[in-house]
């Protein structure tokens, strides 16, 4: 799959899971603007596949402009933007401070907001449509322990791509979250891959077909497919990968129902709840 003449922004790509979509769409012909907080970070992974770096910490519009202004400036256009900066900074809800939720929300929620916009504004101008490919998580699907601050983030995230794919859709901007699992330093966290993670390759079955969990490079590969001319039919959607397992994530809604005339009182809910809406409780958190 070839992206010739495609103009792409990846944030936070000086590493990890940004570095191997920098590396993917580069290798696919696309022409590319490496984003991270870490200058000499983002210079090397420029370097290493001939694109340009523009480092700078996502979540302010002034860095959100000057990315879309670096790729137009370069290049002379833009057609995509992946949104894939983040930070951790983990902590139970009553030991969570200020600062950590706030860190967490501008890098991921504000960041994510900031960059979008200033895409759209380029790509709206230009007419001709494009693609925006966001960082999701599992952790915004389903929550984990410790994460408040980047599960809300993530959350949020989901909720914006199925927004902007309504919002942009007569621009022929699609609009799609990528919910990557794969070995970071942000999965060092999970108990269950922690040890994998600091042995290295290889991944066994259990994890790459099991959890669909494996290396940063196993998730470039539907990054380069969302940022194709292929994909230009998938839009808000919540994408789900990692070893060797796709998947696709459902959508909020409504599972359950009952109806009372008149209403609902609390002793009505409390009388009807075990047997029929609460009869099968949704689960919650990531397995692993």
Sequence with gaps: MR????????????RGLGLAYVRA?????ASVVVNDVDAELAEA?????????????????????????????????????????????????????????????????????????AAVQQLREQGDGGRIILAGSPAGQRGNFGQTNYAAAKAGIAAMARTWAMELARANITVNAVVPNAATEMTKTIPAFAPYIEA???????????????????????????????????TGQCIGIGGDKLTLWSHPQEISAAYADGGWSADAIATAWPTSVGARPETYGIPA
């Design 45 to 117: 992974a420029a370097e290493e596949v001939g694109a340009v770096a523009q480092p700078g910490a996502v979540g302010s519009a002034e860095t959100a402009q000057a990315l879309v202004d670096r790729a137009v400036s370069e290049f002379g256009r833009l057609d995509v933007m992946v949104t894939n900066a983040g930070i951790l900074r983990d902590r139970v809800v009553w030991k969570m401070s200020d600062d950590d939720f706030d860190a967490v929300i501008n890098v991921h929620l504000r960041g994510t907001f900031t960059c979008v916009r």
């Design 25 to 29: 769409l580069a290798a696919a012909g």
């Design 3 to 14: 992206l010739d003449g495609k103009v792409a922004v990846v944030t936070g790509a000086g």
């Design 200 to 234: 290295g390759h290889p991944y066994p079955d259990s994890l790459r077909k099991g959890h669909g969990f494996g290396a940063p490079e196993d998730v470039a590969g539907l990054v380069v497919y969302l940022a194709s001319d292929a994909s230009a039919q998938v």
